[in-house]
């Protein structure tokens, strides 16, 4: 399933997305799921992610990036 967000939070780890049309959900973007020629999203940035996990009791859902053009691609 492909979701899409706004980035609301950047850490070491990876980026927290608020998802569109589910208000309770806070999607995950691990580093470790980023392909390794693109950079974290900023804060306020949309972007789209593929659903490759979640844990139902806290509505975390973990997310791969699906970096679409190359400015989503861009090195840091």
């Known amino acids: 399933m ?5 980035v609301i ?3 070491r780890f990876g980026v927290v997305v ?3 049309g589910v208000p ?3 999607g995950l973007v691990e580093v470790t799921t980023v392909p390794r020629e693109a950079s974290l999203p900023s804060i306020g940035d949309t972007i789209a992610g593929k659903v490759i996990g979640h844990v139902e009791h806290n509505h975390q859902v ?3 990036w699906q970096a679409s053009s190359p400015e989503d691609r861009r090195q840091p």
């Open 2 to 6: 492909l979701v899409t967000g706004e």
């Open 9 to 11: 939070g950047r850490q």
């Open 18 to 20: 608020r998802i569109e």
């Open 24 to 26: 309770d959900a806070v």
């Open 62 to 64: 973990h997310l791969r």
